[in-house]
């Protein structure tokens, strides 16, 4: 038998495809500091395991498709708190931020369909088009400009008729950076010319440093358009909970994805429990992570300003930055760094960039880096990085 | 913005869809007896809450994509004790086998490809295969005939250049029907001539009533084609735990798989561990659940030939039956003994039949019941079918 050609072009998760280096890295006794995946250390809200536990149904059946009460509940008095007013039956529980994007893809568009994207992007959205036929279609930002959107007229020349959505992370992985207004404008006109789904991802929106997140959510004219994917993951660092969200006002993408839901019959009843738990964490928590993170930032800038050739744009918000190094392949170098090198047994694992690119060639020399350990052990991994580059034989020579 | 069409094609679960119906008689006071959906009433073994309440990591983390070790060790010697050994990475663990047939689905077919299944088939089925487009092929099997498949040249009939795949379920859903070994071999032949995928749900494995079952997993010569679907939702009466797993021993299979179950990250953690421990529950566990089942389908049976006019074929395994009433419409005899009737307060919900077939016009005066209440309920469930049937405007009279 044959597999599919739809799966055969399933693009290797950048964030993931070179587990099995760090495996054998670990193997062979060596440290890795994991700056590939964003994967908090900070402590889940016991409250988490706390409601799990006092969990004592008999049977473990089948909960609702579109997610429990209490969860649903929970959801739409947070939304409430940030100014966005949702139905019950305007939020659908879904196995995590994945989930949802794969739902809202296939509820806007057909094989053959195309969804634009500002690139670099999270490398994952490629995925899950590429399993529905979709075609991505990306808009260009450039480091050297602060990864911020052209204008208008270069949005416009990627739409095509076959154009049904844009999507767009806001803070931006694997970026860091924050729309601005001016910026959520220009796309909400886009959108509303086109008639086109603008699909968000939010899901760091706890995550902005030093001023306040403007959600594509409060503005108005955009009911009818707007889908937006959450995720607990990364606010109540609870990654492998996989329990997300799809908020929408379009009663009909509504009523028509509830039917996918259906099928699919439910998200695991225990995670929403502890997820729905989570929701009742005092807002002080939120704030207090947002201080941690911010701080990493800091430590994370102080310590990339110290190697030399590494250029890389300030993140303002979500915990990722694209940084670009004198190398001749990014990838190469991050399988050097997990194969041949180590300081004083210790290496460190990052993203190669162009896994977040769609235009061949840009990224080589880029990667992304995940500020998800504390302060000291961040300034370790960078300056292991500034090693690995001196020590490098694929390393540009610094002048 | 306007929805895409496939989410439109996708078909409203038969199962599912006449739940606001349900919900709308218990709001009006109504008791339901829930014969629509394969809930079971049989307790989760404790050892699934037990293990999920020792977990005490204090980040709910990302977990591997291909799941859990333990998890994945467990179900290893679980297929090893069938006959069937297949390696670590030969098995992924999923989001239910909801996910495990979606990943088979998008692992061997391009949107346009076809799938064949034996109609009456399990209705779901026919969501992912409109969200993937891929079209389904159906042959079809007659309730007077027991469901048994028809001959070789009827299947090789359905078989086009844009067939890919085979899908069967064993035991069957909605029938219950067992598949005997000369049908296994007429399948396995078709396969094999063709060279197509063999994804076989075999999820109600442990439930076959008086005899051995026999796994596609064991028979020689499939190596190559076979995608072996599995859960232990019913297994373990644990549908809300939503862990499931695909098998195969195709490399290239599973190596392609393994990119969009990295895109989507993990399944959920928590409920791996418990997933986990189940396994070790002692096989006597399922030998007494299996005795409780074939108790109930002996009582189901019993009641339902007290039925006037009411046909059915009597169910080998899984824990379903396809019965063919008297009635106009078997969706509007439903909703009608939702919406209208009550036997002192009690009501039955049962899942139409016609959205188990492909064929139009099959199946409107049918309906799939699962005997997964116990035997004095479910004797009672039927009895209200039967005073149903003999209030219901839409009866067709029974000399």
Redesign the interface.
């Known amino acids: 038998?044959?597999?599919?050609?739809?799966?055969?072009n399933?693009?290797?998760?950048p964030?993931?495809?070179l587990s099995p280096y760090a495996a054998a890295a670990k193997a062979a006794g060596k440290k890795v500091y994991h700056l590939n995946?964003g994967?908090?250390?900070?402590?889940?809200p016991p409250a988490?395991?706390e409601a799990?536990?006092a969990?004592?149904d008999?049977?473990?059946?089948?909960?609702d498709?579109r997610g429990d009460a209490r969860l649903l509940n929970a959801i739409q008095k947070y939304y409430h708190d940030w100014g966005m007013d949702f139905d019950i039956n305007e939020i659908t529980i879904t196995?995590?931020g994945?989930?949802a994007l794969?739902i809202a893809m296939?509820?806007?568009?057909?094989?053959g369909?195309e969804i634009l994207v500002f690139e670099p992007f999270y490398a994952?959205y490629l995925?899950?088009a590429n399993?529905?036929?979709v075609n991505m279609k990306a808009v260009t930002t450039k480091a050297e400009k602060g990864y911020e959107l052209p204008g208008e007229a270069a949005v416009e020349a990627c739409i095509t008729p076959r154009t049904?959505?844009i999507l767009i992370t806001n803070p931006g992985n694997p970026t860091g950076r924050v729309l601005t207004s001016d910026e959520m404008e220009l796309v909400a006109r886009v959108v509303k010319r086109h008639?086109?789904?603008l699909i968000v991802d939010e899901v760091y929106r706890e995550f902005v440093y030093g001023f306040p997140f403007r959600s594509f959510g409060v503005m108005p004219g955009l009911e009818?358009?707007l889908i937006v994917v959450d995720s607990l993951s990364k606010r109540y660092?609870?990654?492998?909970?996989?329990?997300g969200a799809l908020l929408s006002h379009?009663a009909?993408?509504n009523e028509?994805?509830m039917?996918?839901c259906?099928?699919?019959?439910?998200?695991?009843?225990?995670?929403q429990i502890?997820a729905a738990a989570l929701y009742s964490t005092p807002r002080q928590y939120l704030a207090d992570v947002n201080d941690e993170y911010r701080r990493r930032r800091d430590t994370l800038e102080k310590a990339l300003s110290k190697l030399p050739g590494v250029t890389f744009s300030s993140p303002q918000g979500a915990f990722y930055t694209m940084i670009k190094m004198p190398v001749d392949s990014a990838e190469k170098f991050a399988i050097w760094m997990l194969e041949q090198f180590d300081s004083h047994g210790e290496t460190v694992m990052f993203a190669p960039g162009d896994g977040f690119y769609l235009t061949p060639g840009l990224g080589t020399d880029e990667a992304r880096l995940a500020y998800v350990l504390n302060c000291a052990d961040l300034e370790r991994a960078i300056a292991i990085i500034g090693e690995g580059l001196k020590a490098y034989p694929g390393a540009k020579i610094i002048a």
Do not use: W
């Open positions: 038998m044959n597999v599919s050609e739809r799966i055969s399933v693009f290797a998760s964030i993931r495809k995946i994967q908090p250390d900070i402590q889940t988490f395991l799990i536990r969990f004592d008999s049977v473990i059946a089948y909960g498709s196995a995590g994945s989930e794969l296939m509820g806007v568009c057909d094989p369909d994952n995925s899950f399993v529905l036929g049904k959505a008639d086109l789904a009818d358009n660092s609870a990654c492998g909970a996989r329990i379009n009909d993408f028509q994805i039917k996918y259906q099928a699919r019959l439910c998200c695991p009843e225990l995670e502890g």
